[in-house]
């Protein structure tokens, strides 16, 4: 069976694997997975020091882009909703910060912007060891608060 990215012998060995691997991989690193973060706040601070600029700087961003946006925990990541709908998210990852705008349509209008960025389905993937994307950032932030309260004067 083909699942992930990788080949497993069943559907029972992948979840081993991704259970596993998501616990206890050092390659897997988002704060607190075993315990579910009070605020973000509460997040950054179990992060390793060298790993927290990063997730700082892009929430610095995401809260100056949309200062009206509310900050919670959801999935145990930072999350940001905007007129009561999901707007961005972030978690820190050993490698990277994932930036979650939720949408793949959404990013695929970005599409030549982000081609330097490893992406997936409504992600993309800050490395942590290059400069944070902060003018493109801020563009998909104000454009995601954009898109929902246009879909706000739909419904």
Do not use: C
Not at 30 to 36: G, N, Q, V
């Amino acid at each position: 069976m083909y699942l992930s990215g990788r080949l497993y012998a069943s559907r029972e060995s992948h979840v081993q694997h991704t259970n596993t691997s998501l616990k206890e991989s050092p390659e897997y690193m988002t704060a607190s997975r075993t315990t579910k973060p009070a605020s973000v706040d509460e997040y950054l601070a179990v992060l390793p020091e060298d790993k927290r600029a990063l997730p700082e700087k892009l929430r610095a961003v995401i809260k100056a882009a949309a200062p009206r946006a509310t900050e919670i925990i959801s999935y145990r990541m930072p999350t940001y909703k905007y007129l009561g709908k999901p707007l961005v998210g972030f978690a820190a990852f050993k490698n990277h910060v994932g930036f979650y705008v939720w949408s793949s349509s959404f990013l695929n209008a970005y599409r030549e912007e982000i081609k330097d960025y490893q992406t997936s389905a409504g992600a993309i993937r800050f490395p942590v060891d290059k400069p944070l994307p902060v003018t493109l950032v801020r563009k998909l932030v104000k454009a995601r608060v954009a898109e929902i309260e246009e879909k706000s004067k739909q419904t």
